[in-house]
């Protein structure tokens, strides 16, 4: 009885089907993709927090999406890097560490939605109330905000990773490249409709709020720009790469939410959870950087003065 208790808190990741012929280029090409994540958005956060010209609320801001990005890869990609080298049948993860991970994981995704929010929140200021930015966009409340925007976030995964880890366990096998709380809940021979209903609030409902205050935020600051042409072109400016930010996040989380309705579709499902914590990462430093007139020149300067 003690063995089998062991072997019961050691499961088996099922992860990726790759062929021997694939198994290198994936591993390259999913380690390049991370260096890639780690250098552009640590580089950001570092420039950010080092010239003192960008210490505004926007960019300090920005810094909660990317220091979140380099959170949610490097709990996903660093243990899927081993597991690719590893043959199927030697994938193993202690449950504790699978909680963890898919704690990790949904962490980043909800995270990610509530730091848009309140980037919206601070767009919409900015743009319509510009002579009171400053005495409400202070140092203290964007601290609040952040803290805010982390802590709901933890928050509602925290309780939905102990409606699973409640449950008993009756199989060892993980569908998935990585945890997550279907997979975990899956493990289980108990009735698990509560999960599928609060998981399924959680992920719907966070897209929906995040959806419906960008909407109205953004609706807002047209009506603003149609009244005030002045403001047409900086408004633009700084909301455009939010909204290019915030669609790419929307369009993945979605793809993953609708594919988990589908089991006949597992493989397309992997896929799409890897490059939720992917694509977003490695493409949200880029867009600001490039995009935000300040930041653009700020990296261009370091790259000059290097030459």
């Not at 570092?46 to 220091?67: Q, W």
């Not at 959170?71 to 909680?99: A, E, K, Q, W």
């Not at 609040?144 to 699973?164: D, E, N, Q, T, Y």
């Not at 694509?279 to 030459?307: D, T």
């Amino acid at each position: 009885m003690e063995n089998q208790t062991i072997d019961m808190d050691v499961l088996q990741l099922e992860g990726l089907k790759l062929g021997p012929r694939f198994t290198i280029p994936a591993f390259f090409l999913l380690f390049i993709i991370y260096i890639f994540i780690l250098v552009s958005n640590i580089g950001l956060v570092v420039l950010i927090f080092t010239k003192r010209s960008l210490h505004e609320p926007m960019y300090l801001l920005l810094c909660n999406m990317s220091i979140n990005d380099v959170f949610g890869s490097t709990s996903i990609i660093p243990r899927m890097l081993g597991d690719i080298l590893i043959p199927s049948n030697d994938r193993y993860i202690h449950y504790n560490d699978c909680v963890v991970q898919a704690f990790c994981a949904h962490a980043h995704g909800g995270t990610s939605h509530t730091v848009l929010v309140v980037m919206a929140f601070d767009r919409y200021v900015a743009i319509c109330n510009p002579l009171r930015y400053t005495t409400i966009m202070t140092n203290r409340m964007v601290v609040k905000l952040s803290v805010g925007a982390w802590g709901v976030a933890f928050l509602m995964v925290g309780i939905l990773l102990r409606l699973s880890t409640r449950l008993s366990r009756c199989r060892r096998v993980v569908l998935n490249p990585y945890c997550d709380n279907p997979s975990l809940f899956k493990l289980s021979c108990e009735n698990v409709v509560i999960n599928h209903i609060y998981g399924l609030i959680i992920a719907m409902g966070t897209m929906a709020v995040s959806l419906c205050s960008v909407i109205l935020t953004y609706m807002r600051i047209a009506m603003v720009c149609l009244t005030t042409r002045a403001m047409s072109n900086k408004a633009f400016q700084t909301c455009a790469t939010h909204l290019a930010v915030y669609i790419i996040l929307l369009l993945s989380g979605g793809i993953i939410i609708l594919l988990h309705r589908f089991p006949g579709l597992s493989d397309h499902r992997k896929i799409g959870s890897i490059l939720f914590h992917i694509v977003p990462p490695s493409m949200n430093a880029v867009i600001y950087g490039l995009q935000i007139k300040a930041v653009r020149e700020k990296i261009l300067n370091v790259f000059s003065k290097k030459k």
